[in-house]
């Protein structure tokens, strides 16, 4: 019979509970946590949530204005707050370094005195060349001369450009090996199709004021050019009428959302016979695309509308949608005359944000040298690759999938890619010049290095290393058409991860946080998607019949749970996080544990380990919330953080480390617990 030892690191290794006789039992339950931080007084058993973060729960007050505060907010506004000094450090840089430029773009977007000095000269170049369109052809090369890299539908889900028409270059989802060539829909003012279609009074509302403000812009480029302003009114009525007819040929956002719009593949003379009104051969000759065989139609209505509206609104109501969309594209760094409706938030926050968005590369240098270096990668990436490891060994046991689906599972998560931080090799491209004098002009050479860059992927094989990510903005990308995810480091801070802090703790939080991740590469979202980022899906209908008879008494888990008594959570909606939510703390644990090594033995250490790493899972999801957010948060597709946390109750080693038992509110007899992967 093996020693007691050998079956603590026998049971350790499955991923189950510690052998814990009951003299050990009552010594991991005297194991408190030397933590004000918790909530003494509450039971872990009844409510672990609270139990772990009350401490925080007292000290934090939800920032006005918001629904909600937590750790997503407080590394949101840690990493505005690094940014800012990183930037306001960067002053001193040598001239014409990385970082100087980033301090003099935003130098120039706060310089409001020269901005206004400089008036509408440096816009007028654009708007002469307006002016000179004397006929169709011309209107349509000077829409594919302004041809812009401003959508993005396969990873970050934009799908409107600010120009008629919008260009993505990125890795298709039909096993293509070179990046694909996207056309998406755009040129609306307001912000969809809806504010212009929808007969709300809000939304009526809204047309109203466009066609106020767009009469001002008009009034205010008469004047700038010394002429008096001439039907004003009636111009802006035009064009917005124009932007409605624009408005009707869109796709609605969820059609937008669809990955399937990629099947639409058009050649330059699929564009003449589909979509005709306009001359698309010089369309594409003006934007750089000559060349180019094939591109994605993401929203072939729009297309077609676009070409057709070319044809069939008057060249002067063009003129005239072209000189105020213009105007508003570049208004923060104009003069305050051509911005009727004052921008959102201070000019502070609004430069911070612009030089985020034009200086991403070098800031993302400057970020992760100052604030994420090399060994935190490290770090982190050892706990990717340990869980990635342990769910790939609950991929393999899990009963309910048959079996070549189970082989499909396994070469996803073997050619998994999976970014830490930021990009193993950075864009070797120069940056742009900057000019600590011209806000307008850096905005431009921004916007045509960006197109430049895309136009350069076009016939390049797709590396998945390339992220589409900044690493200074905290969150993730999941890819699922190129088999690949992205963690920046702004996200990677506490609580999600602290490099001060212990194993356990961080397996805890960042870990359950990577199996999470690494779940949807083969749950109900990734069965879309084959190893090799072709969209097909290889899930059986027994894998799925198998699934939902495995994942329905978590259903009914999440389904019992009522933040308010006429509120309860919609588990069957939530179903696919918490599914991952239970497979990341699931294979994280697998993972930690795995770490002991020969301490494994040592029943006093792996509880006060296995309480680290629990308490560091239920941290990383710190949330408070007010009532109105909280009451939207339970019937939606993301349940509230709270109970999200509550998904220890279904790991049997829990129940261990906080002595959890029978008639506390999270008790779950062992047959109960819900154990999907």
């Not at 909530?39 to 772990?52: K, N």
């Amino acid at each position: 019979m093996p020693s007691r030892r050998a079956m603590a690191l026998f049971l350790a290794l499955l991923g189950g509970g510690a052998f814990v006789s009951p003299l050990e039992a009552a010594e991991c339950s005297a194991v408190a946590a030397r933590d004000e931080a918790v909530d003494a007084a509450t039971q872990p058993g009844d409510d672990f949530f609270r139990y772990a973060n009350g401490g925080w729960l007292e000290a934090t007050q939800i920032p006005a204005g918001k629904g909600q505060w937590g750790a997503r907010g407080e590394i949101a506004e840690r990493t505005r707050r690094q940014l800012v000094q990183l930037i306001d450090d960067a002053v001193s840089a040598p001239p014409g370094s990385d970082a100087r430029k980033v301090a003099d773009f935003r130098a120039a977007y706060l310089n409001e005195a020269a901005i206004e000095a400089r008036g509408i000269a440096p816009v007028r170049p654009l708007l002469d060349r307006i002016e000179r369109l004397r006929d169709k052809a011309a209107l349509t090369r000077l829409l594919g001369r302004e041809l812009r890299a401003d959508v993005d539908p396969m990873n970050l889900g934009v799908y409107n450009s600010s120009h008629v028409v919008g260009l993505a270059v990125q890795a298709g989802n039909h096993g293509e090996k070179d990046y694909v060539a996207y056309l998406l829909q755009g040129g609306l003012g307001l912000p969809d199709r809806e504010h212009y279609l929808s007969t709300e009074p809000d939304m009526q509302a809204l047309r109203a004021e466009r066609r106020s403000q767009l009469a001002q812009v008009l009034d205010s480029l008469a004047a700038a050019h010394g002429a008096p302003a001439a039907h004003t009114a009636a111009r802006a009525e035009a064009v917005v009428a124009l932007e409605t007819a624009i408005a009707r040929s869109h796709a609605t956002r969820e059609a937008s959302a669809d990955d399937r719009n990629t099947d639409t593949l058009w050649t330059p003379a699929d564009f003449a016979r589909e979509a005709p009104g306009m001359d698309w051969a010089a369309f594409f000759a003006a934007a750089g695309l000559a060349k180019q065989p094939t591109f994605v139609a993401w929203q072939p209505s729009a297309l077609k509308g676009a070409a057709a509206l070319v044809a069939s609104q008057p060249l002067q109501v063009w003129k005239d949608y072209l000189r105020v969309r213009t105007i508003e594209r570049y208004a923060d760094v104009l003069p305050r005359t051509f911005s009727p409706r004052p921008p959102s938030g201070g000019r502070a926050q609004r430069a911070l944000d612009a030089t985020q968005s034009a200086m991403s590369d070098a800031i993302a240098k400057m970020y992760v040298a100052r604030h994420f270096p090399p060994e935190h990668k490290a770090l982190v990436h050892a706990i990717v690759a340990n869980v990635v490891a342990a769910f790939t060994r609950r991929v393999e046991a899990a009963s309910w999938m048959t079996p070549g689906s189970r082989q499909i599972a396994l070469a996803k998560l073997h050619h998994l890619y999976f970014g830490v931080g930021y990009p193993d090799k950075w864009p070797d491209d120069v940056s742009p010049s900057i000019d600590a004098a011209d806000a307008f002009g850096n905005l431009q050479r921004v916007e045509q290095r960006v197109y430049r860059r895309a136009l350069a992927r076009l016939g390049r094989p797709v590396d998945r290393g390339e992220w589409v990510i900044a690493p200074q903005w905290p969150g993730g990308v999941l890819a699922f058409n190129e088999n690949a995810y992205n963690f920046s480091a702004a996200l990677l801070q506490a609580p999600k991860f602290d490099p001060s802090a212990s194993e356990a703790s961080n397996y805890g939080a960042i870990g359950a946080i990577v199996g999470h991740e690494v779940s949807h590469f083969v749950d109900t979202l990734g069965a879309e998607y084959e190893a090799d980022g072709r969209m097909r899906r290889w899930w059986t209908g027994e894998d799925l019949a198998r699934y939902e008879a495995a994942a329905q008494p978590l259903v009914r888990q999440f389904s019992a749970y009522r933040p308010f008594p006429d509120v309860a959570v919609d588990g069957k909606l939530a179903l696919t996080e918490n599914v991952a939510d239970l497979a990341g703390l699931t294979a994280a644990f697998d993972a930690y544990r795995a770490t002991l090594g020969s301490r494994a033995g040592d029943p006093g250490f792996v509880c006060r380990q296995d309480r680290e790493f629990f308490i560091g899972y239920a941290r990383s999801w710190r949330v408070k919330s007010r009532d109105e957010a909280l009451r939207a948060q339970a019937v939606s597709d993301h349940a509230p953080e709270n109970y999200r946390v509550w998904s220890v109750r279904n790991l049997d080693a829990w129940y261990d480390a906080f002595d959890v038992r029978p008639g506390q509110r999270l008790y779950l007899d062992p047959a109960a617990r819900v154990r999907i992967w």
